[in-house]
């Protein structure tokens, strides 16, 4: 049974000159007669893709082609337009990584709170929480706020909560590149680790082609929103090379 499914997504979303519009402007060009309803840009037309537990997908693209965005749809983050995404088990989005916290409270707070939005227990995020404070190297910073943290400390929180609790999906946005260099090469072990579990999902935007080729078992390939091709790594990645050369 597939652990996600994607059937013919398509997302619109509101341009920055709607967001410009105040309510004093609106009520003016209305009155004036001049009032236009702001366009909206289609970011994502007509994906559909399904993956099974072990699967492993790099998903390639010029800036703006739409990856991010397709991932954000993916975890939730954002309702499709049109057509329907389906995910089976609990998922770990590496996209952002903080974002979601909440800045007054404290870092345990925070790891209690993430670790319930990602579907898992009070109880068990409470056993996990030593390891990751270990593995983030905020041991001394338990009780304090995460408006106190550096960004790098909080991006290695972030990462550190989403890949402590194994989740079914891991869904990874040019991520590797969290805290120094020592820290860096300790993300990719634990990345590793996931990896090569076969029955993990992962799903995967890099601009390191190099590395979807060799670690994924499948790739996409999006051009302004569409997918232009799925299908082994090498293939696709050989099809977009040469698209852009």
């Known amino acids: 049974m597939e652990s996600v499914r994607v059937e013919n997504v398509s997302l619109w979303r ?44 790099g998903i390639v693209g010029s800036n703006g082609a739409g990856k991010s965005t397709l991932l954000k749809v993916i975890t939730g983050i954002l309702e499709p337009s049109s057509g329907s995404v389906r995910t089976r088990g609990t998922i770990a989005p590496l996209i952002e990584l903080g974002a979601g916290f909440n800045p007054d409270l404290s870092v345990l707070d925070n790891i209690l709170m993430y670790g319930v939005f990602l579907g ?4 068990y995020m409470l056993e996990k929480t030593p390891a990751i404070l270990d593995f983030a190297e905020l041991q001394d910073y338990q009780f304090a706020p995460v408006k106190s943290l550096s960004s790098g400390m909080t991006a290695r929180l972030g990462f550190s909560i ?75 990645i050989n099809n977009y090379l040469s698209s852009i050369s």
């Open 14 to 57: 509101r341009t920055q000159e709607e967001f410009s519009y105040t309510l004093k402007q609106t009520l003016l060009s209305i009155i004036e007669g001049k009032y236009k309803h702001p366009v909206k840009k289609q970011v994502l037309s007509g994906i559909s893709f399904e993956l099974h537990p072990g699967d492993k997908l």
């Open 120 to 123: 898992f227990s009070r109880k």
């Open 162 to 236: 989403a890949t402590d609790v194994h989740p079914d999906i891991l869904i990874l946005d040019e991520v590797l590149s969290v805290g120094d260099a020592s820290f860096q090469e300790k993300s990719r072990r634990r990345i590793d680790e996931l990896w090569n579990s076969t029955q993990i999902t992962v799903l995967f935007v890099s601009h390191h082609l190099e590395l979807i080729q060799n670690s994924c078992t499948k790739a996409i390939w999006l051009d302004k929103g569409k997918m232009i091709d799925v299908g082994k790594p090498e293939e696709i």
